[in-house]
């Protein structure tokens, strides 16, 4: 799961109520106006309706009423673009416009109708400094949000419209970017990706990124050090070294367990795969008692007390790392994108392995014995 896509989609929420209070003082009383206003307080309506039936519903019926929902929301979306296309430069189609962005991606919804929406703001109305309003929104749309993120980098006249539109860009380049891919190819993703991130910092640095309360610059600098990080965590280069902190508080580095194997092993009390596997990881740390081999369990916890908590019920007999949760340095210079990430470091500080989810046990002892007899070796 792309860590910084969920947070940045959570933040969406909320800004669509500022934007529409703004514009009604200068909406257009006209016949397309008030057929949009019906249509918008029609489709709100129908929304809630099936908002709070999905709240009381079971389990099994809320897929049916997810449905609903969608399709209420498409055929929202097919009378509203046909409001827009009416008059495609003026005030009621960018309202439309907006309206459909926003709908469209807060449920999800893809098609023709949606790529009608992008095509008129991007021709007609990127110069709205407004539109910076639902730029996130576009990180839920596909292509054609890629696409109306494309023409607002390019085309907008607003320097915080721009800038997010070029961060948001090079935010979804960084996630695509396949790091097992050809080396060449990875380095062209990654400096095109850090390129429009650089620019997006430029322009607007200190505007903030939906209700987060950080910045552009906040968000585009750890991207772009998990870029840097993509070049160094390929099989057989050097582990990069972090620093965190044992649970008293204890600072360490990685390098301070040179000469032992580690298993690096970056998790969360609620990820249900990596509590699958504990029990495993116990019987691992047991029968290489007294070996060069250590595990290290990094936590993205928000709360160390939260980690703290769980190990009081849960034996976990190894070491744990806890700094800043998921603002930690072990997960950006990692590039964390999904739990369990998995390490396998050899004795002379080495990426051997690289998992993101559990391989399998078996695959996981074979590698750290092997790696353990050379390191045995080496020690003499």
């Not at 430029?202 to 600098?221: E, H, N």
Request: hydrophobic share 45%.
């Amino acid at each position: 799961m792309r860590l910084l896509c969920a947070a940045l989609l959570s933040l969406a929420c909320g800004l669509w109520v500022a934007f529409a209070d703004d514009k009604k003082a200068n909406e257009p009383h006209n016949d397309r106006a008030a057929k949009l206003a019906e249509l918008k307080k029609k489709y709100e309506t129908t929304f809630n309706e099936l908002r709070e039936r999905f709240a009381k519903a079971e389990p099994a019926d809320r897929r049916g009423i997810q449905a609903e929902i969608r399709e209420e929301t498409l055929l929202m979306i097919s009378k509203a673009i046909k409001i827009a296309e009416e008059n495609p430069k003026d005030a009621v189609a960018f309202d439309a416009v907006a309206f459909i962005l926003e709908k469209g991606g807060m449920v999800g919804v893809d098609g023709p109708d949606i790529a009608k929406a992008v095509q008129i703001l991007g021709e007609h109305h990127v110069a709205n400094p407004k539109v910076k309003d639902f730029l996130l929104l576009a990180l839920n749309m596909g292509e054609a949000g890629e696409k109306l993120l494309k023409a607002v980098s390019e085309k907008a006249t607003d320097n915080e419209a721009k800038g997010m539109a070029l961060f948001l860009r090079g935010y979804l380049k960084a996630q695509n970017i396949n790091d097992d891919a050809n080396e060449a190819v990875v380095a062209a993703q990654v400096k095109e990706a850090t390129e429009l991130l650089e620019q997006a910092m430029k322009l607007a640095p200190t505007m903030k990124v939906g209700r987060s309360g950080q910045t552009i610059a906040d968000f585009a600098k750890r991207e772009i050090d998990s870029l840097t990080a993509i070049l160094s965590l390929g099989i057989g280069k050097p582990a990069p070294d972090v620093t965190s902190k044992l649970l008293d508080g204890k600072e360490v580095k990685l390098s301070d367990y040179k000469g032992k194997v580690v298993l690096l092993d970056i998790w969360a009390t609620w990820c249900g795969p990596c509590r699958a596997m504990i029990p495993h990881e116990r019987e691992l740390v047991k029968k290489l008692k007294d070996k060069p081999f250590v595990l290290i369990s990094v936590s993205a916890d928000d709360k160390k007390e939260t980690l703290e908590k769980f190990l009081e019920k849960e034996e976990m007999p190894w070491v744990h790392w806890w700094n800043d949760g998921p603002r930690s340095e072990v997960l950006t210079k990692y590039r964390v994108r999904a739990f369990p990430t998995l390490y396998i470091i050899d004795h002379n500080g080495i990426i051997k392995h690289k998992w993101i989810g559990n391989p399998g046990n078996d695959k996981i002892d074979a590698a750290i014995e092997e790696l353990v007899k050379v390191a045995e070796k080496a020690k003499g």
